[in-house]
């Protein structure tokens, strides 16, 4: 009986002994499981809202902003605000820096409003303001004062453009179609353009879209999947009342075209760092070269002839879309039920009227320009050159046939490459699901 009491009181000493090391090895060794919480760093020095909007309404204002762009090409500043502000009411600004690590100090803007707002209370508006020194600016937002009294009531717009960003690799064709509204469903035109675009070489073609119908959604989606198309929503509805024409005193409203212009040049910013050239033109015209195989060859060939050039015009020729090619070679089957215009069975071209003005479309170096229009550029660096349309034109597929057949031109520039075409537009169609059957 003595033996059994000693086991058990031995047993219970080490059962104690082992559950007091396990308790102090527990308070030496950190505990691995969540209930430590994570460390975390500084609270953000910008303690706000940084916009993820195309439209950014400006505090106590009527202006909107858009983009801000590092921008050192004009001596004395560094950052160019693009928005859109009331001509009524420009005011004195100050840029105002979210910088890395603190929050930045105030500088004096100057206010470029563009000259060609077609008479609209709106205009594209650059702002251009100074880094403070010292900072490393990665957001930026104005302020009517000199000083920002409640931080937290700021908005902030990202910087784009910046230099300690790693550079990304300069592509040599960006496309900007700036006008996208309405419910616009021409599903197969759109395919038959960009697939084209694809033949010539462009690789990016930047979308601006306020509205389209659900079919052209569908595949602007698939090729914003893709990585071809970038689309930037553009809810300018939400914040006034856009005119669909482009003068004020025959169409009215708070803006030409849908903010036409702010967004041309909102696309060329975009694009000045990571394209060579930027295309500004509507959704439904095709830039082509008539004496080489794809743009950059032609771009090529401009170039060395005009070596101080960076904007080049192209002439826009309209083939009317009311008349139609005689043998039916390309009314095909597949494309029945895919609503839209088949540009492959349009082949008359109406001659320009001289007499009347005739609006051009560009081919632009974007770093050579710094303010543009929709048919020419206000501000640039460089020389201009009109492109002859027996080397390059627009082929614009529009209204029309008023003019009598035998004054147009058969040009069936497209039908060179049809053989290509033809089946990458069935490809991108198929993968929406609106390619019918061929037999």
């Not at 000493?13 to 308790?23: E, M, P, S």
């Not at 969540?34 to 439209?55: M, W, Y």
């Not at 509507?282 to 195989?293: A, E, G, K, L, R």
């Not at 170039?303 to 390309?330: C, L």
Request: charged share 20%; aromatic share 10%; net charge neutral.
């Amino acid at each position: 009986m003595g033996k059994a009491n000693y086991f058990q009181q031995t047993l219970l000493f080490f059962i104690i002994i082992t559950f007091v090391l396990i308790f102090i090895f527990n308070l030496e060794t950190p505990s691995k499981d969540k209930s430590i919480p994570t460390p975390r760093g500084p609270p953000p020095v910008c303690p706000s809202v940084i916009s993820d909007q195309a439209i950014t309404p400006l505090l106590n204002t009527k202006h909107f902003l858009v983009s801000a762009f590092m921008d050192q090409r004009v001596k004395g500043f560094d950052i160019r605000i693009i928005g859109m502000f009331h001509r009524d009411s420009i005011q004195k600004l100050h840029c105002l820096f979210c910088c890395v690590g603190h929050l930045g100090e105030t500088t004096p803007t100057t206010v470029l409003v563009h000259s060609d707002h077609f008479g609209f209370p709106f205009a594209t508006t650059d702002v251009m303001c100074q880094i403070p020194q010292n900072c490393t600016a990665t957001h930026v937002t104005l302020l009517t004062q000199p000083s920002a009294e409640n931080i937290s009531n700021l908005t902030w717009i990202p910087i784009r453009n910046r230099k300690n960003i790693k550079d990304e690799e300069k592509m040599n064709f960006t496309v900007c179609i700036s006008s996208l509204f309405g419910g616009y469903n021409n599903v197969l035109q759109f395919a038959q353009t960009l697939e084209m675009y694809r033949l010539l070489g462009i690789n990016r073609v930047v979308v601006y879209n306020t509205s389209c119908g659900p079919d052209l959604d569908r595949l602007l989606q698939s090729y914003a999947q893709e990585g071809f198309v970038e689309i930037v929503l553009w809810p300018i509805e939400k914040h006034m009342n856009p005119s669909k024409g482009w003068l004020f005193s025959q169409h009215g409203g708070d803006i030409h075209y849908y903010g036409q212009n702010t967004k041309l040049n909102e696309c060329l910013y975009r694009a000045m760092e990571n394209s060579r050239y930027v295309l500004l033109h509507d959704i439904d015209q095709i830039v082509m070269p008539y004496q080489h195989n794809d743009l950059m060859s032609l771009m090529d060939t401009l170039q060395q002839q005009h070596p101080n050039v960076g904007v080049f015009r192209i002439e826009s020729h309209s083939f009317s879309k009311m008349r139609f090619e005689p043998s039916g070679r390309f009314h095909l089957p597949q494309w029945s039920r895919v609503p839209g215009v088949n540009i492959l069975e349009h082949t008359w071209r109406e001659e320009p009227n001289w007499e009347e003005y005739h609006p051009y479309k560009m081919v632009i170096q974007p770093r050579m320009v710094e303010q543009t229009s929709v048919h020419e550029v206000i501000k640039h660096f460089g020389q201009e050159y009109k492109v002859p349309p027996q080397v390059c034109r627009i082929i614009h597929i529009c209204s029309g046939g008023t003019i009598p057949l035998e004054l147009l031109h058969e040009d069936k520039r497209l039908w060179a490459f049809h053989e290509k075409l033809i089946p990458n537009v069935d490809r991108v169609l198929k993968r929406v699901e609106m390619l019918s059957s061929k037999n």
